[in-house]
């Protein structure tokens, strides 16, 4: 039992709980989150704020998908010097996933950890998932 | 320290092996952090700390390679001395050229991530879960494992992966040799010892179409070379005994054309139908193709913008973050998967649980406090004490299930009821068992080996399914 106790005593001092939000493929195989405002999020956040989150991700990952002339210069190029490129140049897609880190966690100081809630960045999770943390005051089946 | 806790409730005399081994790995964990390649559940091997991945079976890439550089090793050695001498000096360079970029390209390709997708988190994974138990199916038949979504006005199926524990994003496939999801998964190649897949498909393509222009532009050059001998009035016979690499390096080439020249043209097709091998065996669109336009729902029905945007779109970052540091979270189950090896009885009443590994039950006991309720069931495998206790009961996985939990109830105030997961479990556990439809919807284990066999022979364009 010594060490339940201990244990418990090491807990963190909050419960969690997770949501996910998953990928939305209407449009295909590009990067792009389902906007619906999940439930158990509804007492935390305004829906308005979390659907503009999600938007502006997605409309990041499109920049970053984006098939256009850069993009395709960049290819070229890259096909030139026979791949070699990408051992010095960051490429346009990892220039946007740093600019969409910077974004979540501006989100994330300003509006969502204030509310007790915390984004995960999906490239953490493959790009499969956008994970939203629900932290809770730690009580017997709380956070359901 | 809280890691230390969670391994001194395991009972050593249970276990037949290693909870001391995992308490010295947590250790040495906890002095040496560890790259996520290094707990990475694929079949890939890791090389240069991270940097070069490989499938688990380099399969015929030593082969290619070898074929490539004795083929080209003879070539500069026999024939181009002769040819510079009566032809132009730019055909060593041209072919020194083509060479350096073929062998660029295949290291690319084999040494790539194909566009492997790291599998589902625990708590993701028990999140699709509840989402497919409570989608409003019947008690009379198991829950479905396929997810219908529209795309461009085509309906797409979405298959779940048992092994990644997620709906498999569209076209994106299970290759059962490297035990991982690929995404744009178009076949697993065994000249490159690698999947072809989002990353590095347009590698793969450079590297056959410069191996087509190489391999001809040797056959030619050796031709050439022969005729040029034989026309200094010697026989053909004479020549080719000049010259016996030449004949080598005709056999090679001349058996090697055939198939790249075809392999090269099929994936040209490919590409200019926005095609993956993998759909166009299946005839994924085939059937559903109208007169002007493909059924195919990702093509852009313009061949120029499907090539550019196969061959020059941007690259996609790969997803496994291989030379990333495991948190100390992450870090335990890595060790405990592997090392700790529970009593028969305790996996079989796995089995009966949430369709969870041991690596994941105790990651989420090393998380802890994830109220979609896995820690209860979870915890009498990792406390066989309890089960031992319950005995006879353990033979059954619900009342087992109950039993073993009440007493943790006690323990960790955050658990809710086990009851609900246990009907649930006996469910996946009997579409796990009783109905094997789901495994064999899952066409990627067949697949990876159709099309296995599709790059031994590429030049019969491919072979059909029967």
Redesign the interface.
Known sequence: MAETHSLQDLQQPTASSKVFVQRDYGSGTISKFHTKFPSELEPRIDKQQFEETIQTLNNLYAEAEKLGGKSYLEGCLACITAYTIFLCMETHYEKVLKKIARYIKDQNEKIYAPRGLLLTDPIERGLRVVEITIFEERSIGSGR | ??KN??Y??IDPRALSVLPQSAQNNTEKTVQRSRRKWEVFPGKNRFFCDGRIILASQSGVLPLTLGLIIVTCGLFFAFDCPFLVKHLTVFIPVIGGALF??VV??LL?TSFTDPGI??R??P??AA?IEKQIDTSGSSTYRPPPRTKE????QQV?K?KYCFTCK?FR???TSHCSLCDNCV??FDHHCPWVGNCVGKRNY??FY?FIISLSFLTSFIFGCVITHITLRSQEGKSLVQSIQESPASVVELVICFFSIWSILGLSGFHTYLIASNLTTNEDIKGSWSSKRCAEESGN??SYNSII?NC??T???????S???RRGFLSLDEAIPAVSASEIELPPFTVKSDAHMCTQSTKDVLERMVH?????GLCPPATPKTTPLDLEVSGPAAASSEPSLSAGCLPQDA?Q????PCPPFSRSNKRRDSLHSINPAFRLASPSPSLSRTTFILGDAPDNGFIPLP
Request: proline share 16%.
């Open positions: 320290m809280m806790c969670e001194q409730q350096v970029f660029f390209s690319r997708l790291p589902a988190t708590d993701e999140d979504i529209l795309i461009n797409v979405l997620m994003p569209p076209r995404e744009r347009r590698f450079s729902p990702y913008t550019c945007a061959l020059c779109g941007p690259m996609p970052p997803l496994i973050d802890s406090y994830d109220v979609h323990r105030p955050v658990v809710p």
